[in-house]
């Protein structure tokens, strides 16, 4: 049984930063992608980050501030946070793909993935 479990979440004031975490556990990690979503209040799930072996992709209003990565051995995923803005606060949850070795749909789209954790909150004061 997959598991996901994020951390790393809080309070940060804006132009701050933040590294969120997620361990996997339950099947092979490395062959897996990841990604990392956010929902706001009243906002539909959006996407953020993924990650497929050594391959990114970002969403367009976070590139050049968050930035994926992995660490095969511990099997988890990271999402480091820059230059954070009030509009960044959400949930920030942490998705695995279902089929190893890519992306079976669209990197971008919640529905591509089949697992996901529970979410971390991260709030942004101005």
């Known amino acids: 049984q997959v598991q996901l479990v994020e951390s790393g979440g809080g309070l940060v004031q804006a132009g701050g930063s933040l590294r969120l975490s997620c361990a996997a556990s339950g099947r092979s990690f490395s062959v897996y992608a990841m990604g990392w979503f956010r929902q706001g209040p009243g906002k539909e799930r959006e996407f953020v980050a993924t990650i497929s072996d050594s391959i990114t992709f970002y969403g367009d209003s976070v590139k050049g501030r968050f930035t994926v990565s992995r660490d095969n051995a511990k099997n988890t995923v990271y999402l480091h946070m820059n230059s954070l803005k009030p509009e960044d606060a959400a949930v920030y949850y942490c998705?695995?793909?279902?089929?190893?070795?890519?992306?079976?749909?669209?990197?971008?789209?919640?529905?591509?993935?089949?697992?996901w954790g529970q979410g971390t909150q991260v709030t942004v004061s101005s």
């Open positions: 998705a695995q793909e279902g089929s190893p070795y890519g992306y079976s749909g669209a990197h971008d789209l919640p529905g591509t993935y089949d697992f």
